[in-house]
């Protein structure tokens, strides 16, 4: 007699711990993520299968094998983008601070102008002073009479104004 036999479960496969990206590239301790890391999207196992995956996941498959294939020298030593921002940044501050004190060199030069210039408007005041005091009326009257000029107000006859 022969026994019929239940049929006997698949066995599941056993549960896999998933290793973190950063035990995978053998790092120690609680480093930060690089951006090789990142996992790009895989197509689903059914969608596989069938032989059409998704085209969100072609074009994700294409830009992960394009990134890494050409890799930017910025992008792939963080460190130096640090750097060189760093450098900007002393470059910007060097740039401000050298501004301020052509700035402030300039401020002493105006004032130094202005003061000479108050010095050489009071200077032209004295001396307009003294050609004033030179050639005013009272200076002019005495010469005119050591020259031997006559005061007089009548140069012609006097002109009368009537009413009629």
């Known amino acids: 007699m022969a026994t019929q036999t239940a049929p006997r479960p698949k066995k599941k496969a056993p ?9 995978k590239t053998g790092r ?5 993520p690089a951006w090789g890391d990142l996992k790009t999207v895989q197509p689903s196992p059914l969608a596989k299968r069938a032989g059409r995956a998704t085209a969100g996941a072609k074009q994700a498959t ?7 294939g050409r890799a930017r020298p910025l992008d792939a030593v963080p460190s130096l983008r640090f ?3 760093v450098l900007l940044g002393c470059l910007v501050a060097t740039l401000f601070v050298s501004h301020v004190y052509a700035t402030r060199a300039t401020l002493g030069d105006l004032q130094d102008a202005r ?8 200077t032209h005041q004295r001396l307009q002073g003294e050609v004033d005091q030179m050639v005013g009326p009272s200076v002019v009257m005495r010469r005119a009479a050591a020259l031997g000029l006559e005061e007089g107000v009548a140069y012609g006859p006097p002109i009368k104004m009537s009413d009629e």
């Open 15 to 23: 549960a896999r711990r998933a290793r973190s990206a950063s035990a």
């Open 28 to 32: 120690r301790g609680a480093g930060l």
């Open 62 to 68: 294409k830009r992960a094998a394009k990134r890494a």
């Open 115 to 122: 003061r000479e210039n108050e010095r050489l408007r009071l």
């Open 83 to 85: 750097g060189l921002l």
